[in-house]
């Protein structure tokens, strides 16, 4: 374990607490992990299944993809934690735009 | 005596200027390139006046005049107002926020080369045979048809500066969220730097589309796409919504800053606070949060349908009411102020009148049916003359007045500023008021030329005059210039007598390092708080201590030449052999010279303690 040791002087530095955080931290990562690899399978799974048209299939693994992304971002990118609020809302506004332009080309330029 | 200053001889300044990483000799360089881009963008406009000055004129020919008018939008818009306001973005936001440098210095010297390199190449058009003549917003059908490579040089020109573009406004970015001085919140930022927060802001969400538009055109264009064509099941309508996607939160990249600047002097020339600060920095982030909601209302009359049109009507009068919150600030910032009438506060005050009837025939704009009547006359062209000329031009030169002591170390002469000022109001006024009334009368715009006999002669008389008499104005300010660096008079920090933030607190110009201790920032408007409890300068929030600059690189301006050769071969490919080859040195050139920037470490140097003690005192803040 890499914070078996603390690497700092300072002697208010609680071992106990931080293992305690990383062990945490270390759960959340394998449950989403399971998670996501559980979610290609359904992916796979609902593009396999001849029972399906395309009209489920195709925003059905839309929106699991949108899942990961955010399993991605929360889990492995660490948004979850303090400090990133400026990276949140800068992603937030740049999907903001996109889904506004999207929304313009679906309504008023192909339909 | 540190040896850091020593005097230069010319190529050596010339080789210091072409390498440099410090963002106030950035500044320069903008400066100067922009400076220059605005007297050619003014030169067409004078030829465009020449042209219109009396009825069935052949001054130029109906060909050239489309060209001369395409590169008079493109110039003045891409050419010269972006990298001005670039130009007082990087002179003065990281001084206000108190940081070294901006947070990338070297990206910082990559983008303006890129923008350099690109505004070259689309000026060349005019000696390689012909520059575009789509119009500035190039609409697909158009440019698709147009012969010869003149929107190729647009398409090709407009990306490489682009590039550069983004990567300034996500440097700044980086800048105002990581660098800020110690004590300095958001919500202390002057609002120069809240401009420039949310422009460039604005820059990072509103360059993609036109990087896609332009690659969609390129490829149309030069390697045999079919995205604008019809006939091919393309759509023709993509083109004009990615432009103006872009294209509107464009007029805010360019009208925030001035918005900016204009705080600043009404501030300072005022001696008060600003009226409303938190008001003002909530308009900003509104206007440009509502600049990403409008892009449609300049295709009202493409058939978009009464449920759009109606949708983006709305909200593009719903920016009127930030933009007026503004403006009743920046009056009762003036209220019981104690007013000085230098030449950046009589900009500032021209501005008001000026730019609110640029607003009002907005609002008028923004009536979609009323538009049906007003779309593509001088209506328009009076419109967005009134709120780009009287907005962000007023700005410009307000702020070479207001900023010039702080980048270069001397005041511009004031009675010659004053005369400037005086010419290019009324020059301003009588060019582009009576355009109002003409497109009323039903003159189209981007016309090469009128009849005799149907009212119009007047009009395009006093127009032309008008013309003229800005002309004069910038002749004006350039001897200004001349003279000033010539006399070389230094001023000292505060050379106006009531700056307010921390640029001020630094001699003019400032130490390349910017800061020799960070300074505390106590509170909106931080030397200001300082003087007024009788301190002579900034309370330091570090002790003295070894600074980390950044080495002078090459390779920005080498990686810039690279994609100015290769956008030559992809141009010339289809009918010249030379081409593909020419392509492939060009960006090899770029890549390889960005991977020697990522193979070959630079860490930078340390001016150490010992220097920054042995330098005089009167440089950097006072411990």
Known sequence: ?111 | MSTYAQKQGFGATIWDYLTTVDHKKIAILYLIAGGFFFIVGGLEAMFIRIQLAVPNNDFVSAGLYNEILTMHGTTMIFLAAMPLIFAFMNAVMPLQIGARDVAFPFLNSLGFWLFFFGGVFLNLSWFLGGAPDAGWTSYASLSIASEGHGVDFYALGLQISGAGTLIGGINFLVTIINMRAPGMTYMRMPLFTWSTFVVSALILFAFPPLTVGLFLLIFDRMFGGNFFDHTMGGNTIIWEHMFWIFGHPEVYILILPAFGIFSEIFATFSRKRLFGYSSMVFATVLIGFLGFMVWAHHMFTTGLGPIANSIFAVATMAIAVPTGIKIFNWMFTMWGGSIKFTTPMLWAVAFIPSFVAGGVTGVMLAVAAADYQYHDTYFVVAHFHYVIVGGVVFALFAGAHFYWPKMFGTMLNEFLGKITFWLFLIGFHLTFFIQHFLGLMGMQRRIVSFLPGQGFETGNLISTVGAFFMAVATIILLINIIMTTVKNERVGNDPWGDGRTLEWALPSPPPFYNFKQLPLVRGLDAYWLEKMEGKKGMTPAEPLGDIHMPNNSFIPFVISLGLFVAAFGAMYRAETAWGIPVLIIGLLITLGSMAMRSIKDDHGYHIHKEDLMDDDDNKGVKA
């Not at chain 1, 002087?9 to 270390?26: A, G, V």
């Not at chain 1, 299939?57 to 929106?63: A, D, E, R, S």
């Not at chain 1, 993809?65 to 740049?94: D, N, R, T």
């Open chain 1, 1 to 111: 374990m890499a914070n078996q040791q603390p690497n700092s002087e300072n002697p208010r530095i609680d071992i106990e607490y931080r293992r305690k955080k990383s062990t945490e931290e270390m759960r959340y990562q394998i449950i989403s992990f399971t998670l996501m690899i559980f979610l290609t399978l359904v992916a796979f799974f609902a593009v396999g299944y001849d029972g399906f048209s395309g009209w489920f299939t195709v925003p059905f693994i839309i929106l699991l993809a949108v899942i990961q992304v955010i399993f991605q971002l929360y889990y492995f990118m660490h948004m979850s934690h303090k400090g990133h609020e400026a990276p949140a809302l800068f992603l937030y506004s740049g999907v903001l735009v996109g889904a506004i332009t999207l929304l313009a080309f679906l309504t008023i330029i192909w339909w």
